[in-house]
């Protein structure tokens, strides 16, 4: 027998990897999902239409009987512009006036699941599915024409995408800017969809930001990245300076509103960059002591137990 083939004979074998026994939940995990989804959207669904509109319900529920895609505020655009095209199709009743945040709120529950499980693990997501699904709070604002039941649909999404346009891809080479694009197209789309739900939902940035920055930092004191490379996190931790810079300091917030009143109506410009000066202004001339005298008061008189 020739050296080679001896050679090739005495290998040893390579070790077998011994697979993790996954549970029956685990195994059956999209099965009971959608068994959620569908128990979920029957919760949501059942007597939708039962209770007549109510006072806020109707500055949606008007645009849409007028065929209007607005309804003359900022906040839920999105949904008056699913009432109308909803009540389109299928009329003017309580039900179909409802029934996009009520399929929204169902469609949460699948979202939340991935969303935990990506972040962190399968138990976690099935147990999110799972509240998700039988939440009163959650259940009784899916079944408002308010675009309350919309916002955690669309801010899940925003989340979740931009955790896989992050963490989707395995660490690059150092040095190297790791994203994938993909996933960050979405995420853009996601944030402009939860713009139109709530304004409030552009503190995303913040989150964002701040994430990076905490990444970074973190990166920096493990020696893992140096604060002069070109990655994503460091990317997002010197804008995140910068638009602290220009929101939260009297001559970047001045610069801000400025630009942003070229495009915007000052009073939402105001809403997405409060004045600064304005709120300077205002704090120095309260009297915190009074008010810390209140809450002491408060205390005092209900509780019975600070003598002051």
Known sequence: MSAKNTTVKNQPKKAQGIKPVKSFVEKNAMLLIILLLVTGLALRLYR?????????????????????????ENNGILLTWLNTIFSSVIGH??????????LAGAALIPVVYQLGKSVFNFRVGMMAAVLCTFSLYLIFWSRVDRPYGLVPLVYSLLLLFFWKALEGKPESAEGKLTIDRKFLIWT????VLSMLSQLICFLFIFSAGFYGMFVSIDNWITKKRKPSQFDVY??????????IFM?????????????????????????ILPDVNNIITTLKGENWDKAFNTYLGVLNNDFKFIAY
């Open 48 to 72: 939708l239409g039962y209770m007549s509109l109510w006072v806020d319900e109707y500055m949606h529920a008007m645009a849409a009987v007028k065929g209007k895609f607005s309804h003359g």
């Open 93 to 102: 009743s309580e039900f179909a006036l409802r029934l996009p945040v009520a």
């Open 188 to 191: 853009l789309v996601a944030l």
């Open 234 to 243: 460091n990317l997002l931790f010197y804008l995140n300076l910068i638009l």
């Open 247 to 271: 929101m939260f300091t009297p001559v970047g917030s001045k610069i801000s509103i400025g630009i942003l009143e070229s495009f915007l109506p000052k009073n939402i410009s105001q809403f």
